[in-house]
């Protein structure tokens, strides 16, 4: 009797342990987790996007094996970041829509406001200004429910430096100067946060006194920004010597640009920052190939510019196969683990009642349908990023069509970013054409009616009609021809120059 009750109380004992140990356990993946994330976010600031995407992968398997929502979430999050900074802006969306699909999200104010940076800078890459002043605008609204107070003002600065930055892209400098003043209050009660942000400000504010041709005005903000980089000892250097260039090439300096830029350069490259790189080779191309006697230079950064581009969309390539193989890499590591515990737990109970074993027989058996379930996710997200980039190209040529029926001066820029098979034909056959008839010519393009241009172009339907013969006439567009069809025939690449010519 003794006997039986002695065992009795050893198996509480251990149902005690079983019970307990998935708390432990959990806590322990939580914290592991968050180091994981905060491991990855050093990593992209030092710009290793690569090792900041595998760190991001490892705490989103981690996370969603124990379920752990916040940091399935900031992993997400994490991940979008990472891509976004590479350019895979389709595929940075499928996280970011994730991240705002959960639970938590509500919950937590940096999340979110980090969350509308995001997809902000998205919205800045395809030139989509009033998206992008939704964005920061809603991520200041957010970062003022943040209650780390070193968190809270980074995201109230960040929202106001790319908002400023917005309006200095779109040279609304009266705009730009209000949150200009907002961000140097903060600055003047924070010194210590948003340091590269207060170099950037004043390279900003700079290119606004250049636009306004208030030079001198324009180089004092300029020193600002070199003795805040030297005070702070940073080494983000390359955006106010890259507007120093372009202020001497407003001063009629072609010289003193160029050793701006080179400048520039050896900081990018220094910081391994390749897409700002890329771009400053071809400033200083473009100068040099003016002068005969530096045509051999300025093929030399020409060729690295093209060099460049062409490594960064291979990188872009290989980071998305870096993504889907660190998954299937990270879950057979998982699973590999899991079965050494599954030993060591069945060697150790296997004693002591058939109904541990049964236990453990049954929680062994969920793992693997777990474990299946996820590898046919895995299968599937291929497809998923072929949708997600089906889907934004359906969004943006909604988006061009609401820009051209607002006739909003976003129309032109994102037409040409998004058809510049057809603006590159129209250049080709009239190097002299306008804008207001590039305009009027991707409108036709897009199979608007006469009575839809007038109305959204505010003319009469005679002002349009005489105005398409006029370009008839210029190009020598048979009457018999649809003008549209006429337009997107250029785009095929049909020889409708030469015929012009021999006509």
Not at 216 to 243: D, H, I, M, T
Request: some cysteine; hydrophobic content about 40%; glycine content about 2%.
């Amino acid at each position: 009797m003794f006997n039986l009750i002695h065992s009795m109380r050893f198996i509480c004992i251990i149902f005690q342990i079983i019970k307990i140990s998935p708390l432990f356990s959990q806590i322990s993946t939580q914290n592991e987790v968050d180091s994981l994330l905060d491991e990855s976010y050093n990593k992209f600031v030092m710009l290793q996007i690569i090792e900041s995407l595998k760190l991001s992968e490892k705490a989103m398997l981690l996370s969603e094996e124990a379920d752990y929502e916040k940091g399935m979430l900031y992993s997400y999050l994490s991940i979008a970041r990472a891509l976004q900074e590479v350019g895979l802006r389709r595929e940075a969306l499928e996280y970011i829509n994730k991240v705002q699909n959960g639970k938590y999200f509500k919950k937590d104010a940096f999340l979110k406001a980090d969350t509308y940076w995001l997809r902000g800078r998205i919205a800045s890459s395809q030139h989509l200004y009033s998206f992008e002043k939704k964005y920061h605008l809603k991520q200041l609204e957010a970062s003022q429910n943040i209650t780390d107070f070193k968190k809270r003002e980074l995201s109230i600065i960040t929202a106001y430096f790319y908002l400023q930055n917005l309006y200095v892209k779109q040279n609304k400098p009266d705009s730009a100067l209000v949150y200009q003043e907002k961000l140097e209050r903060r600055f003047s009660n924070n010194d210590s946060i948003g340091l590269f942000y207060k170099i950037s400000l004043y390279a900003d504010k700079a290119s606004i006194y250049k636009t306004m041709e208030r030079f001198e005005e324009a180089a004092e903000q300029l020193e600002k920004s070199f003795e805040v980089a030297e005070r702070g000892n940073s080494p983000f250097l390359f955006y106010p010597l890259q507007v120093y260039g372009d202020l001497e090439i407003e001063r009629g300096d072609t010289a003193k640009a160029i050793s701006y830029y080179k400048k520039a350069l050896k900081n990018s490259i220094d910081l391994n920052i390749n897409h700002q790189t890329m771009h400053l080779h071809k400033k200083i191309s473009d100068l040099l190939l003016k002068d005969e006697l530096t045509f051999d230079e300025a093929k030399n950064h020409l060729r690295e510019y093209n060099f460049i581009s062409d490594s960064l969309k291979r990188h872009n390539k290989m980071i998305s196969d870096i993504i889907l193989s660190e998954i299937v890499k990270e879950k057979d590591e998982s699973s590999s683990e899991g079965v050494k515990v599954f030993i060591y737990i069945v060697t150790g109970l296997i004693s002591m009642t058939i109904l541990l074993g049964v236990i453990l027989i049954i929680r062994s058996r969920m793992n693997k349908i777990r474990l299946i379930k996820k590898n046919q996710q895995l299968n599937s997200t291929v497809k998923k990023m072929e949708l997600l980039e089906e889907e934004l190209e359906k969004n943006i040529f909604q988006d061009i069509i609401e820009l051209a029926k607002s006739n909003s001066p976003e129309f032109l820029p994102l037409f040409a970013k998004n058809y510049p098979e057809f603006v590159d034909a129209m250049k080709q056959l009239d190097p002299t054409i306008r804008n207001t008839e590039l305009y009027f010519l991707a409108l036709s393009y897009l199979n608007f009616s006469t009575k839809e241009i007038a109305s959204y172009t505010f003319v009469t339907n005679r002002a349009v009609q005489v105005r398409r013969n006029r370009m008839r006439k210029k190009y020598n567009i048979s009457s018999d021809a649809d003008f549209n069809e006429w337009l997107r025939s250029l785009e095929k690449g049909k020889t409708l120059v030469d015929e012009e010519v021999i006509g």
